[in-house]
């Protein structure tokens, strides 16, 4: 079973210069617009729409992150890493190199952690 992870972002960010980021770190993009990096047998895929989250779906999670971080995030990144080679290693490089650049931005693991930006910068690994 694939592992998900939830970039929430503050700030608009465009299609274009998302996809640009993904291609300065050696990502892809594919036919409807996600992202994805390969690295022999692991690889993630990424879905950014630009559209606003849908904050009723999030309620629970949105209300945790402004009690916690005090941010009213828009938006969503969505990420999900196989389960083949180090995919999760792979999503945690690539949550960590957005999040130094857009730090507007808190993550959230399959167990339910969430990571600041500054948080994100020591963690070892993600579950």
Known sequence: MSRHYIIFKSNHLLKDDFHEFIRSYG???????????????AIIWISYGGDKL???FYKNELALMNKKYN???DYDIVIEASNYGNSKSLA?????????KYSDTV??????N????L???NLKNIK
């Open 71 to 73: 941010t009213f995030p």
């Open 119 to 121: 948080e994100i910068k």
């Open 107 to 112: 993550l959230y693991d399959n167990n339910g």
């Open 27 to 41: 990502g892809g993009i594919n036919g409807v617009g996600h992202g994805f990096f390969k690295n022999n047998n």
């Open 54 to 56: 849908d904050k009723i």
């Open 114 to 117: 969430y990571y600041s930006s």
């Open 92 to 100: 945690l490089d690539f949550c960590k190199n957005f999040m130094s």
